[in-house]
């Protein structure tokens, strides 16, 4: 912990980042790191995470909020300046939190719905044009190939972090530094490479 | 150092600092990992202990505060409803070391059959109720919760809310007080024994001690007033505090913290001090009807007969800013529109997102419930369910469960309906935890009362649907020791259940065999169905399976599992290799081979 993350920046506005996915996808574990790199950038931060029966296989939403004093944990809609999905169709379930001019960062990564396999809605077709007619400002991860770089298809999580950490002037140790006291000792270089990978891309 | 914590790690860590030493509670979201993280951090410091049931836990912290010791216990909203009875009168006896409650309420049930508002119990029991707004609130309360406790001879709810329990904010950690007391029960019986000669005194002391209390909380910090334009002030509370200063940032504000005892003079102070009282509570209007009760005007959950303040599900900024919309419409709330509600927040490209299919949460791949309500879908019985994981087992394709009520109702309504003389044989379903809960009375009720119903214990060997906790039926406490593990098989024996089979539920012909058996006779059953929840245990029960696409029919048998690791994308189906755990019930299902482990 560095000194100045005692002292709150001031004047800056409330901000807020969204992360979607599918229970068990890691963005539990995303979200806390970007909220301790926020805390240890100088900001207030508030986080909402959901638990309980989100967690089988359902719909997981993260909230996180940033500023000089943040009031609500939670995004009032069409405000998050980023809406981060690890999942493809995701993104577009929860278009409302992102505001019009937001960035959505999303990963090709599909998980069918028992609902899709045994209802009447099917998956539907979705690719990056798809994603980008919703969303004109995307960056689109290929997150698998992008992790086949790495050897570990978990990581999908932290390139996406990676992604998004462009969008905001955090001092990329931080970054860093959050990634090494959240994620078990023995993952963290490979995160560490995959945060490298997310950063760069476009 | 400032750290980043939950709502619930900061009520543990504040109970912890305020010197608590007995804690004793039951799972349910979102009050689960309170008692998780003391147990996890501070069990040298804090015995700790999953307790059957809310009741067992609330009387097990009267116990350790009827000693002298500062006790807590947790639960969730419904959970208060099984601690209601020594909630009651333990208001009457009172505590002597610190005594907490800690309820944690679920508007818009997340992860809950109602959204009933806990305040209103404190009203109930005539006991403090403090909320907290946010996790350094959280740590803070809890720990003059204690002292309100002790300083008062007062039980004290805490009351959380899922957002609260489940948001991170900065915290700012102290140390543990010592408290250096002797833990020794002093013998006097009128004030512990309320026989009726020595309960009307007690309800005598109850009542002065809430106008004491509301005394308090008058002068006390956790409520306060902020003046900002007194042409407008909110009274509000919990983390709806931070959602009205989001919205209305001009007003005025009265912020309750400890809204129970009413802190009659604070509320007329503000009310005095500012033009018009608006008042944003969650949940119940409890506050608005008390504020009226003191003849002061006000708004809260209806203006001109329509909704203000919804009375439904959680209140967030957006309701607000719809609330706020209403009060600059009728000229109640003279301010300029703020940025929030002038920018353009519609995505205009919303047209071209495709149908979507739902996510909902279900049963996971490889969970041994499947298996049951699978077979049982073979049968025309009515299943009556109870709050679980199973519970999942509602939605399609299994469609197996037809009612669910509360913890324990599994069992008892099937015996009900029974004895109603309902056309089909009844099945009841609970699982090992809740069976544990309170499933344990309504067998025996069956035993005693020569009831014919079958209960299907489904005992994964885990309280699941909370996150994975330990029970009687475990072998481990809290903590991890070793310890004794309950039996339903033999408690059943016990209560005079005759037949009682236990079944791996994964074998599918010899589960259906058991039931064909249990539905065709004419007496009370208990079957075991016993299978280990393969999250908690992480267990991979064989490789991932794969589909032969030679053999597959296309007949869509195995879809009727509704398992998450088979798809099917057009007529194909397909095992998800990442998340197929092996169980193999598919292959059961599947008359043509298709299914299995391929050597690749």
């Not at chain 2, 899922?162 to 833990?183: D, M, Q, Y």
């Not at chain 2, 999942?392 to 394709?397: Q, R």
């Amino acid at each position: 912990m560095n000194a100045d993350s005692d002292k709150i920046k001031s004047g800056v506005e409330t901000q807020s980042i969204v992360l979607v996915g599918v229970g068990g996808q890691g963005i539990l574990l995303a979200s806390e790191i970007i909220a301790r790199t926020i805390m240890t950038s100088g900001y207030d931060v508030k986080m909402n995470e959901i638990h309980g029966m989100a967690q089988r296989g359902g719909s997981v939403v993260a909230q996180i909020r940033l500023g000089s004093e943040v009031a609500s944990p939670l995004v009032p809609r069409g405000t998050a300046k980023v809406l981060v999905s690890l999942e493809r169709i995701e993104a577009m379930r929860f278009v409302d939190f992102l505001a019009p001019d937001g960035l959505a960062v999303v990963s090709d990564q599909a998980i069918i719905p028992v609902t899709a396999s045994v209802g009447s809605i099917p998956y539907p077709e979705v690719n990056e044009e798809t994603l980008r007619s919703v969303f004109p400002n995307l960056i689109y991860v290929h997150a698998l190939a992008q992790t086949e770089k790495i050897g570990n298809a978990k990581a999908v999580n932290t390139i996406l972090l990676g992604a998004l950490s462009t969008q905001f002037p955090f001092p990329v140790e931080n970054w860093k530094n959050s990634i090494k006291t959240t994620v078990k000792p023995k993952f963290v270089d490979v995160n560490l490479k995959a945060f490298e990978i997310g950063r760069n891309l476009k | 150092m400032k750290q980043l914590l939950t709502g619930n790690e900061a009520i543990a860590r504040g109970a912890w600092e305020a010197g608590v030493s007995v804690v004793s509670g039951y799972p349910g979201t979102p009050s689960t990992e309170i008692l998780e993280n003391l147990s996890k951090f501070y069990k040298d410091d804090v015995f700790c202990e999953w307790a059957p049931n809310e009741k067992v836990g609330f009387e097990v912290a009267i116990g350790a505060s009827s000693a002298g010791a500062r006790a807590m216990t947790t639960m969730k909203h419904v959970g208060l409803n099984v601690a209601a009875d020594p909630l009651m009168t333990f208001a009457y006896i009172g505590a002597i070391g610190g005594f907490v409650a800690v309820v944690a309420d679920d508007p818009g049930m997340n992860s809950s059959q109602n959204e009933q508002d806990t305040r209103e119990f404190a009203k109930f029991a005539k006991i403090p109720v403090i909320e907290p707004s946010d996790s350094a609130e959280a740590l803070a309360f809890t720990k003059e919760a204690f002292e309100i406790s002790e300083n008062f001879g007062t039980p004290v709810i805490l009351r959380s809310t899922t957002t609260l329990s489940h948001s991170r904010g900065c915290v700012e950690p102290g140390e543990r007080v010592a408290l250096n007391r002797t833990i020794r029960f002093e013998k006097d019986p009128p004030r512990h024994v309320p026989i009726p000669a020595w309960a009307r005194p007690m309800h005598q002391r109850l009542l002065k001690r809430l106008a004491e209390l509301q005394d308090a909380a008058s002068s006390s910090p956790l409520n306060r007033i902020e003046w900002r334009d007194r042409r407008v002030g909110i009274i509000t509370h919990g983390v709806t505090y931070h959602h009205v200063r989001e919205v209305f940032p001009e007003a005025s504000v009265l912020k309750l913290g400890w809204c129970y005892p009413w802190p009659d003079k604070l509320l007329r102070e503000f009310a005095e001090g500012v033009d018009r009282v608006i008042i944003v509570e969650e949940l119940e209007g409890l506050i608005e009807e008390h504020v009226k009760a003191l003849g002061i005007s006000c708004v809260g959950k209806t203006l001109e007969d329509e909704v203000l303040v919804p009375r439904l599900y959680e209140i967030n900024v957006d309701v607000l800013l719809e609330v706020r919309r209403k009060l600059t419409e009728t000229g109640l709330y003279p301010f300029e529109p703020i940025r929030l509600m002038t920018a353009e927040k519609e995505n205009p490209n919303k047209k071209n997102i495709p149908a979507l299919p739902p996510r909902p949460p279900v049963l996971c791949p490889g969970c041994p419930h499947r298996g049951i309500f699978y077979a049982l879908g073979r049968f025309d019985v009515v299943v009556t369910g109870d709050i679980g994981c199973y519970t999942l087992g509602v939605a399609p394709p299994l469609n197996r469960i037809d009612t669910t009520t509360c913890m324990g109702a599994g069992v008892t309504m099937a015996h009900g309906m029974e004895k109603a003389g309902n056309d089909r044989r009844v099945v009841g379903i609970v699982g090992d935890s809740t069976f544990f809960h309170s499933g344990i009375t309504g067998l025996l009720d069956i035993g005693y009362n020569k009831g014919k119903a079958i209960t299907i214990v489904l005992d994964n060997r885990i309280t699941a649907m909370t996150g994975h906790q330990d029970n009687p039926g475990t072998g481990k406490t809290i903590i991890g020791e070793e310890t004794f593990a309950a039996s339903v098989a033999e408690i059943g024996r016990a209560v005079g259940i005759k037949n009682i089979v236990e079944v791996n539920p994964f074998k599918l012909n010899e589960t259906l065999a058991v039931l064909k058996k249990a539905i065709k006779s004419d007496e009370a059953w208990l079957i075991v169905s016993i299978a280990p929840c393969p999250l908690a245990y992480r267990q991979v029960a064989s490789a991932p399976l794969t589909v032969s696409q030679d053999k597959c029919k296309k007949c869509k048998a195995c879809l009727k599992l509704g398992c998450p690791g088979i798809e099917r994308e057009g007529d194909e189906i397909r095992i998800n290799q990442l998340l197929c755990n092996g169980c193999g019930l598919c292959s059961e299902v599947c008359a043509f081979g298709a299914l299995g482990c391929v050597a690749k």
